[in-house]
């Protein structure tokens, strides 16, 4: 489309003047522009000298990498670790004395959310580890602080990201822990089963930590629906690999009871959790976190399961029992099995500290080239039904970046 | 999908190659920084390091800002790097970083003017010795670039922050008007209008250094240096 025909030709081409410099303009465009610079001694002037301009500031010096950067950078970061963690730790000394454990019983919900919270920083969780290691401090610790620190970070992703058009969640102040389970009280919060939590405890987790970010959080999982797609799929990925397959039964039965705003995508879940469960009922005599069932989690892209297959300890549940949970849920297909043995084998590499970090940054790069898609696995019928998608849902962890 | 390996490398095996971390994208070198693998941040910074401190440089107007603002950048390209969209180059998700912060900066400083009249002054010092001192180093050390490069943050002091940024990303760094668009968050036609008053304000601040009697030519009517979208400004 040609420019409309301008009164005053000079003014019309001096302000097409820079992108016929950016070569911007259509042929058309640039063909009158050129045109008329050929005749008009004052255009071209002005065009020269933005040329002029061009070439000066393309050959301004460039500052060099300010020295030492990359280790001011390491050592800000560690810095940073430090602090948050020792604020942490400060949070957690005042546990409530028992007369006011009743206001520590948590909105369930917000346990959920924090759930979420949780399994989503795996992968961080999984740096963690590694910094831990290296500064040998304690391992668990390390881990742990880690872990708190990265579920607070997401907590601020998913709340900048996902909130379009959903209004903003009223936050907890981060001082006074006993305080925040009756600000966060809602008429449709019921208080979570204090069973359901035990195991958590048992394991090292301090669920009462999670109020504070799940009180951000639960209103989000309350507008669940609203929530921009490329947050919810990671969102129901990272809760499926977190609780245990009961708990979450015990948690969706309750999200059911409340009249809660669900979703097809929702209600995919519930339904291959609670058929997973079923299943597991009769032989379930100890936690079995599905986080180390990642590859049967039907949202989640391989390289997160296999990230998210990283327990928070060196707790090893056999291959011969993983093999017997998936079947006992009727997951029957070999490649299924054989994905879940080798994401255990590489969880116990890495755990265990085995793998040289070459080789597992080797095996993270041959990852990232091959998943060009993710391949979302949906379950119809009882029966899995493989979809290619465009590499650009789920999360970041699939995809490389754009070379330059 | 299967995994891409069958199995895994038992340890005594683990002989992996040796990773040329310079071979690898950015994108592949985020991944590798997600994953804790903290030695993907040297490559990183040796890409963008300098880049990073020359737009702020131009744009704080204070070497001393600048850097610590370099260094504040690339702590959240580590600590946020979970939270790189690979959808998006890595130079505008990095310069997007050091806008935000340079705004966040500048926005700081318009508070505080008293101190700001003093600041600037150690600024505009600290920045022109830099310019010399790199100047002085540079490939084109040619009497006019030097007097140029002076003069040219002398000129660019006086535009607004965003005509500095859009000017400095196009001509300084080279990024295209859609990435810069993403920069600032604007439309591509949006960064051209103001891309172009930045040229004509700055075009009249340093006239002396742009005569027409140096060289220039016209690019021929048929060329094409990019894709040839639009066509008139609102």
Same mark, same amino acid.
């Given at each position: 489309m040609n420019a409309p025909a301008p009164s005053n030709p000079c003014s019309a081409v001096r302000d097409l003047a820079s992108r016929y410099l950016d070569g911007r303009l259509s042929a058309p465009s640039r063909a009158r522009v050129h045109a008329h610079l050929k005749e008009c001694g004052d255009c071209l002037e002005t065009y020269r000298s933005l040329q002029r301009l061009?070439?000066?500031? #393309?050959?301004? *010096?460039?500052?060099?990498?300010?020295?030492?950067?990359?280790?001011?950078?390491?050592?800000?970061?560690?810095?940073? /670790?430090?602090?948050?963690?020792?604020?942490?730790?400060?949070?957690? $000394?005042?546990?409530?004395?028992?007369? =006011?454990?009743?206001?520590?019983?948590?909105?369930? /919900?917000?346990?959920? +959310?924090?759930?979420?919270?949780?399994?989503?920083?795996?992968?961080a969780l999984f740096a963690g580890y590694k910094l831990g290691r290296q500064d040998e401090r304690g391992?668990?610790?390390?881990?742990?602080?880690?872990? #708190?620190? =990265?579920?607070?970070?997401?907590?601020?992703?998913?709340?900048? @990201?996902?909130?379009?058009?959903? *209004?903003? +969640?009223?936050?907890?102040?981060r001082g006074d822990l006993a305080d925040a389970p009756e600000r966060a009280r809602t008429p449709l919060v019921q208080e979570i089963d204090p069973g359901i939590l035990q195991p958590y405890r048992e394991k090292g987790f301090q669920p009462e930590h999670f109020v504070r970010s799940a009180h951000s959080l639960w209103s989000d999982l309350r507008s669940f629906d609203q929530l921009d797609p490329e947050v919810r799929r990671p969102l129901l990925s990272a809760q499926l690999s977190c609780f245990d397959l009961p708990s979450q039964v015990a948690i969706y039965d309750q999200l059911a009871s409340t009249g809660a705003p669900q979703s097809d995508e929702l209600a995919e879940v519930i339904a291959f959790v609670r058929r997973l469960s079923q299943q597991l009922e009769r032989s379930t005599d100890e936690l079995v976190p599905s986080r180390l069932l990642g590859s049967a989690d039907p949202f989640a892209a391989l390289p997160v399961s296999l990230v998210e297959a990283v327990p928070?300890?060196? &707790?090893?549940? $056999? =291959?011969?029992?993983?093999?017997?949970?998936? #079947?006992?849920?009727?997951?029957?297909?070999?490649?299924?099995l054989e994905r879940v043995r080798s994401a255990m084998a590489v969880k116990q590499?890495?755990?265990?500290?085995?793998?040289? %970090?070459?080789? @597992? %940054? &080797?095996?993270?790069?041959?990852?990232?080239?091959?998943?060009? &898609?993710?391949? #979302?696995?949906?379950?119809?019928?009882?029966?899995?039904?493989?979809?290619?998608?465009?590499?650009?849902?789920?999360? @970041?962890?699939?995809t490389g970046g754009t070379e330059h | 999908m299967a995994l891409p390996f069958r199995r895994v490398p038992s340890p005594e095996v683990a002989a992996a190659p040796r990773i040329d971390f310079e071979a690898l994208s950015d994108g592949e070198l985020m991944q590798l920084l997600v994953h804790g693998d903290d030695r993907a941040l040297m490559p990183i910074i040796d890409r963008y390091g300098g880049r990073v401190r020359t737009y702020l440089g131009h744009v704080t107007r204070d070497g001393s800002w600048a850097d610590d603002l370099t260094q504040e950048v690339f702590v959240r390209v580590f600590e946020s790097a979970s939270t790189f969209d690979p959808r998006f180059a890595f130079q505008v998700w990095v310069f997007r970083i050091a806008r935000n912060l340079a705004v966040d900066l500048l926005r700081r400083q318009s508070t505080q003017r008293k101190l700001r009249d003093t600041l600037e002054e150690r600024a505009a010092e600290s920045e022109r010795q830099s310019i010399r001192s790199r100047a002085a180093s540079s490939p084109l050390q040619g009497l006019v670039e030097v007097e140029f490069a002076e003069h040219f943050e002398r000129a660019l002091k006086r535009l607004p922050e965003i005509f500095r940024t859009v000017f400095v990303l196009r001509e300084v760094e080279g990024l295209a008007y859609e990435e810069i668009a993403e920069v600032v968050d604007a439309s591509p036609k949006t960064v051209s209008t103001r891309l172009h008053r930045a040229r004509l304000q700055l075009r009249k601040l340093l006239s002396p250094y742009l005569d027409p009697f140096r060289e220039g030519h016209l690019p021929s009517s048929s060329s094409s240096e990019g894709e040839a979208s639009e066509e008139q400004e609102s």
């Open positions: 061009s070439t000066l500031a #393309r050959a301004l *010096p460039r500052a060099d990498v300010p020295a030492d950067l990359a280790r001011r950078v390491r050592r800000t970061v560690s810095e940073r /670790r430090q602090q948050t963690l020792a604020h942490l730790q400060l949070d957690e $000394a005042p546990l409530a004395p028992a007369k =006011d454990r009743a206001a520590l019983r948590l909105p369930w /919900r917000g346990i959920a +959310a924090a759930a979420v919270l949780v399994a989503s920083c795996s992968a391992e668990t610790d390390q881990l742990i602080a880690d872990l #708190r620190e =990265d579920r607070d970070r997401f907590a601020e992703l998913a709340i900048n @990201q996902g909130r379009d058009g959903v *209004p903003p +969640a009223p936050r907890a102040p928070p300890s060196r &707790t090893r549940i $056999a =291959d011969e029992r993983i093999e017997e949970i998936l #079947r006992a849920s009727g997951e029957t297909n070999p490649s299924v590499a890495f755990v265990g500290g085995e793998m040289n %970090s070459d080789l @597992q %940054s &080797t095996l993270i790069i041959q990852i990232v080239r091959t998943e060009q &898609t993710n391949v #979302r696995r949906v379950f119809e019928n009882g029966k899995e039904v493989r979809r290619e998608e465009s590499s650009t849902s789920s999360t @970041q962890q699939v | -």
